[in-house]
């Protein structure tokens, strides 16, 4: 009897098994988790997957557009999307094509660290690369005590911010921070200005995507909160880059690579 084939984060069940020799990523942070493991096996990326650095694939567009007819050119056994981050359309257009997509569902570093041991477990069929173990043993024990209460713009013009049930905003709690604007229903609220510098938090931390927050972008609209600029793939990205997220939030200096503010 031939074993059944596993089932995504979403419940769609692939239509093959055996290990994949041929991979197609749509979210640049499962790129680079597959690439300590298997980089021979990626055939294709989003023109977003930056890491790891020189990745020699071909690129199939971005994350909200990929180039369905390139995909099916590469012939993967398996493309590897997100619900967050992909469309459903462009998942159902491969699905149609006949390509088998396995699409993540992450809202917490807990259920990311769940959701990448399933791709190399069950979808890949891959051994798991250690720092696996290592983000699983940083991340998901207890919460430690707030020592900070942060915001986290993701955009402006008009301001986003990072609201609850998010990884990110689960992220920054299990390093101490507790994001402000936690308990707002939205995951991605829109939050003005008045209202962003006015909440009492001890720092607002500006990444470098989706919005390019920059000494010279961002910092000076605030006029009572200190700022922080902060990598975003650190904050936003689930995967090796855990590692150094942990170092860089959860202990007690600041990185060297960012910028404080107070005016």
């Known amino acids: 009897m031939s074993p059944v084939p596993p089932s995504d ?3 769609t069940r692939l239509s093959r098994t055996g290990p994949v020799r041929r991979v197609v990523s749509l979210v640049p942070s499962l790129t680079e988790a597959l690439a300590t493991a298997r980089r021979d096996a990626i055939v294709g990326a989003t023109e977003w997957c930056t890491h790891p650095p020189g990745l020699d694939v071909a690129r199939v567009r971005g994350t909200k557009n990929p180039d369905v007819s390139k995909i099916e050119l590469l012939a993967p056994d398996l493309v590897l999307a997100n619900k ?13 094509a006949g390509i088998d997509v396995w699409v993540t569902d992450i809202a917490a570093v ?12 069950e979808a890949l069929l ?18 430690p005590p707030v020592r900070q209460q942060v915001v986290i713009p993701i955009w402006r013009d008009p301001w986003m911010v990072v609201g609850g049930a998010t990884f990110t905003s689960d992220l920054a709690r299990r390093a101490g921070m507790q994001n402000t604007f936690a308990d707002r229903p939205e995951r991605y609220p829109h939050v003005d200005l008045a209202t962003i510098d006015a909440a009492g938090a001890d720092v607002v931390l500006l990444p470098d995507e989706p919005y390019v927050f920059t000494a010279g972008d961002g910092p000076e609209a ?3 909160t200190p700022t922080r600029l902060v990598s975003g793939r650190l904050l936003t990205w689930y995967g090796p ?12 200096a600041p990185d060297p690579t960012t910028t404080d503010r107070k005016r």
């Open 110 to 121: 807990p259920q990311g660290i769940r959701s990448l041991e399933r791709v190399f477990d």
């Open 222 to 224: 605030f006029s009572t």
């Open 126 to 143: 891959w051994p798991r690369p250690a720092w696996l173990a290592q983000a699983r043993d940083l991340w998901c024990g207890p919460r």
């Open 241 to 252: 880059s855990m590692i150094e997220a942990h170092r860089v939030f959860a202990g007690v």
């Open 84 to 96: 967050e981050e992909n469309r459903e359309l462009d998942v159902r257009r491969l699905r149609n």
């Open 9 to 11: 984060d979403l419940g």
